[in-house]
């Protein structure tokens, strides 16, 4: 099984690329679902961010009010780093826990010859680069745009203004800097069937290095048009 990396800067467009990818038949774990999973009420995670950050983090029916945790971690990186120190952990272990749980299953179908003899496995992870955590993946796609595209983005699906869109996106490592450690880049700023036709192209050379065995080694395929 090839375990990939999907990652990019926030607005970039990776969603619509992991869905056009399980489309294609891969393997999928999505690190904001499990984010997601993890801060739901009643949770161990749920428990320390009230604890750390008081109830005012919290909507009328006590669940997560996640906009207005946002709004506080962009304004403070101190704060930024206490939510990171709860939840990263967590997040890092139950990824890891579920990349083992897929290879052990295509294992098991693959001996009894019930398997896909080529198995990509595609893992989300917003912050690959940031957590530190290419060594879980065989190969990285990165969904790129310019940052004025995740600026537009960001105003336009949260309602932001200038100046929170620019520490959303400066709270990450900036899209240019990443583009050099990828295998596989993806314009996120592509139409739809432009951007289909480029994320089959790039599932199809994955596709080829599992055939050949040959699944290490940097690969370097832009496509920025």
């Given amino acids: 099984m090839l375990v990939v990396g999907l990652t990019g ?16 038949g891969s393997r999928t774990i999505d ?3 499990i984010a997601h999973q993890l801060t739901k009420p009643g949770t161990t995670v749920f428990k320390e961010i009230v604890r750390k950050f008081g109830k005012e983090v919290l909507d009328r029916k006590g669940t997560l009010n996640r906009k207005r945790l946002a709004d506080i971690i ?5 704060k930024r780093k ?36 080529r198995n990509i496995l595609l893992v989300d992870i917003p912050l690959l680069f940031e957590a530190k955590l ?6 990285i796609v990165l969904v790129y ?15 932001l203004s200038l100046k929170e ?10 899209l240019y800097k990443k583009k050099k450690y990828a295998d596989y880049i993806i314009n996120g700023n592509l139409d739809s069937i432009s951007l289909q036709m480029r994320a089959k192209s790039v599932c199809r050379e994955l596709k080829k290095l599992l055939q050949n065995g040959s699944i ?5 395929e832009t496509n920025e048009d």
Avoid at 9 to 14: D, Q, V
Avoid at 149 to 154: D, K
Avoid at 216 to 220: I, N, P, R, S, T
């Fill in 9 to 24: 800067g926030i607005s970039s467009g990776k969603s619509t690329v992991l869905r056009i990818f399980r489309k294609l």
């Fill in 31 to 33: 690190a904001d679902k």
């Fill in 74 to 78: 962009f304004r403070d990186k101190r």
């Fill in 82 to 117: 206490w939510l990171n120190e709860i939840t990263h952990p967590r997040i890092i272990a139950e990824i890891k826990r579920r990349i083992r749980e897929i290879k052990k299953l295509a294992t098991r179908s693959k001996l009894r010859g019930s398997g896909r003899k």
């Fill in 134 to 139: 290419e060594y879980l993946v065989d190969k």
């Fill in 145 to 159: 745009v310019p940052e004025k595209i995740q600026i537009e983005r960001l105003r336009r699906d949260n309602n």
């Fill in 165 to 174: 869109a620019r520490a959303r996106i400066d709270a990450q490592i900036p």
């Fill in 216 to 220: 290490y080694g940097k690969l370097y």
